[in-house]
C-alpha cells in the first residue's frame, strides 16, 4: 500500500492501525467524553483561542524536518531497498534492536548547519519549523539525560541539532516546533509499535528486546523527555507535533501528558496525541482536504517526493509549480502547508529539495501579501466539485479538482491566483463584495485594470500575458 492510498479515517483507540508514516489525521468525530486532565482547549475562551493560535492562522507556510539514523540506511538494508518510507525502514525490515542501535556510531552529520537550514526555510517564505526530535525508532535527535540513546550521548557527532536550530530560528525570526513520537518507540522496552508483516500480536513486536510494560516507558523516557524538550530551550518549541497514538494511550495516559502540556499555555499541539484529546490542529497527511475543514485549524503535512526521511534512491520530487499551487490551494483553503525536507546522514538536504524550496520562496517575495494572513475564498466553486458518477477509494463521491484558479481574502482585499490565463476578462459570477480598483500584485507600478461591476458579477480586463508561468495574482480592492 503506497502513501496515496493510506486509510484516512481512522480510530483513536483501535488496536491495530495500518503501518506507515503517520496518521493522515482526518477529523475524527468521537463523542464528547469527560477528560481525567482537562487540556487548555477544554477551558480556554474562544477570544483565548484566537490569541494563542494567531500567528500560526498567519504563518500558513511551514517546514517540517525528517532526519536521523534512518537516514543513514537511506532506504537500503542488506543490499536491499525496503520498500515504503525512509523513516519507516527498522519496522518494514524487522530489523533488530541492536542492529539499529548499533547505527548510531556511525552518526557523524558534519555537514549538519543550522544557520543554513533556517536561511533556506526562511528564504522559501516559510515562517516555522518543525523537526523530528524523536521518531519511532526512538532515537532522540537531541541532548537527553532521560534516555542515552541521543545523538549527543550515542553518536560522535556530539552536538544538539534542536539547540543550534533554537539558536539560528531566534536570530533569524523563525519559529520553532518539535515533533515527538510519544507512543510508539521501537528500540525502547515497552514502547508501542504498529503491525507490519507477520510482527506478533498484541505488541506487533519483532525483537524480544522490544518487549517490556508501556507505562515503565511513558513514565521513563517519553514523559522525562517531553519535560526536556519543553524546558530546555527558552521560548521554543511554540508547536509539539504528536504521531500515531495506539490503544495504548488511554485517556489516562495521555491526560498526564496534557498536564505538562498545560504548563506552557501558549503551545500549539496536533490532534495525534491519542486518548480523545483533539489538541489545536487537523492533520491531513499528503492531501488536500477538498474544502478545508471551515472553522477548524488544520495544517496538510506534505513530502517534496515520496518519502519524509531521506532515501538515496527516491527522486520522484514534485515540481515547483505542484508545490507552489498545493500552498495556494491550501491557504485558499484556510489551512497551513507543513511541506517536509529530509537531510541526508551527512545532514544535507537534498539539493533537488533545496531549488525548489528557493524557487517557491522568489514567488512568494512578490505575491506572499496573498497568502501570508489571509482567510479563506468568498467563492468555493473554483476549487472543482463533487463527481455524481465516479466514487473515491472509500466509496464517497470522487472530488474532480479545477486548476483554473483559487482565491484568498482579508478585510479589504480580494486576491485571485489565476493558475490558466484566460483569453479575455476574468469573470467573477458572484461577489459579495463591491470592488474599488485591480491590479497585479506583481507589478511594482500597480497599474489599474478595467473592472465593470453589475451587480454580483464582475468582470476585470487583463493584459495580454500573465505575470508568473505558474500564478499571476489578481488584486481586488474591495468594500463590503
Avoid at 556530539?158 to 510508539?184: H, I, N, V
Wanted: glycine share 8%; with cysteine.
Amino acid at each position: 500500500m503506497n502513501l496515496a492510498q493510506r486509510v484516512a479515517s481512522v480510530a483513536l483507540f483501535a488496536a491495530t492501525i495500518v503501518a506507515h508514516a503517520q496518521l493522515e489525521g482526518d477529523r475524527l468525530d468521537t463523542k464528547p467524553v469527560h477528560h481525567p486532565v482537562a487540556a487548555i482547549q477544554d477551558t480556554e475562551t474562544p477570544a483565548q483561542r484566537d490569541a494563542r493560535m494567531a500567528w500560526w492562522r498567519d504563518a500558513r507556510f511551514g517546514m517540517f524536518i525528517h532526519w536521523g539514523l534512518y537516514s543513514i540506511p537511506a532506504g537500503t538494508w542488506d543490499g536491499k531497498q525496503i520498500p515504503s518510507i525512509g523513516e519507516w525502514i527498522m519496522n518494514n525490515a524487522s530489523i533488530p534492536v541492536a542492529d539499529y542501535k548499533a547505527l548510531a556510531p556511525k552518526f557523524n552529520p558534519v555537514g549538519f548547519n543550522a544557520h543554513d537550514i533556517v536561511a533556506l526555510a526562511k528564504s522559501a517564505g516559510m515562517k516555522y519549523i518543525v523537526i523530528t526530535a524523536k521518531h519511532h525508532d526512538g532515537f532522540a535527535m537531541f541532548d537527553s539525560k532521560a534516555n542515552s540513546f541521543n545523538i549527543v550521548a550515542a553518536t560522535p557527532f556530539k552536538r544538539d541539532p534542536l539547540r543550534e536550530l533554537a539558536e539560528e530560528c531566534r536570530k533569524q525570526g523563525m519559529k520553532l516546533g518539535f515533533y515527538y513520537s510519544q507512543d510508539q518507540d521501537w528500540t525502547a522496552s515497552g514502547g508501542s509499535a504498529y503491525k507490519t508483516g507477520n510482527h506478533d500480536s498484541p505488541t506487533h513486536h519483532w525483537d524480544k528486546a522490544q518487549d517490556g510494560d508501556f507505562d515503565t516507558y511513558l513514565h521513563t523516557k517519553a514523559i522525562p523527555q517531553l519535560k526536556e524538550l519543553l524546558t530546555n530551550y527558552g521560548d521554543f518549541p511554540v508547536v509539539i507535533w504528536f504521531d500515531t497514538p495506539t490503544a495504548n494511550m488511554t485517556p489516562e495516559r495521555a491526560g498526564e501528558i496534557v498536564a505538562l502540556l498545560n504548563q506552557h499555555p501558549n503551545l500549539i499541539w496536533n490532534n495525534r496525541l491519542g486518548g480523545t484529546y483533539k489538541g489545536d490542529t487537523e492533520t491531513p497527511e499528503q492531501y488536500i482536504p477538498p474544502q478545508g475543514y471551515p472553522g477548524l485549524d488544520w495544517e496538510s503535512c506534505m513530502t517534496m517526493n515520496d518519502t519524509w526521511g531521506y532515501k538515496s534512491y527516491d527522486t520522484n520530487f514534485k515540481s515547483t509549480e505542484t508545490l507552489l499551487r498545493n500552498l495556494i490551494d491550501i491557504a485558499s483553503k484556510g489551512g497551513n502547508y507543513l511541506l517536509n525536507i529530509g537531510p541526508d546522514s551527512n545532514g544535507i538536504v537534498p539539493p533537488p529539495e533545496a531549488e525548489r524550496l528557493k524557487a517557491v520562496g522568489q514567488w512568494l517575495s512578490l505575491n506572499g501579501e496573498a497568502v501570508y494572513g489571509t482567510s479563506p475564498t468568498l467563492f468555493g466553486s473554483e476549487a472543482g466539485k463533487f463527481s455524481a458518477t465516479e466514487k473515491d477509494s472509500k466509496g464517497k463521491p470522487k472530488f474532480i479538482a479545477s486548476w483554473d484558479w483559487r482565491s484568498t481574502t482579508k478585510v479589504d482585499k480580494v486576491y485571485v491566483e489565476i493558475f490558466k490565463w484566460p483569453n479575455g476578462p476574468f469573470h467573477l459570477e458572484k461577489m459579495p463584495r463591491t470592488v474599488k480598483r485591480a491590479y497585479l500584485l506583481a507589478d511594482a507600478e500597480k497599474k489599474l485594470l478595467a473592472v465593470k461591476q453589475d451587480g454580483d458579477m464582475v468582470d476585470i480586463q487583463l493584459p495580454a500575458n500573465a505575470a508568473d508561468p505558474i500564478a499571476t495574482v489578481l488584486v481586488l480592492e474591495t468594500v463590503k
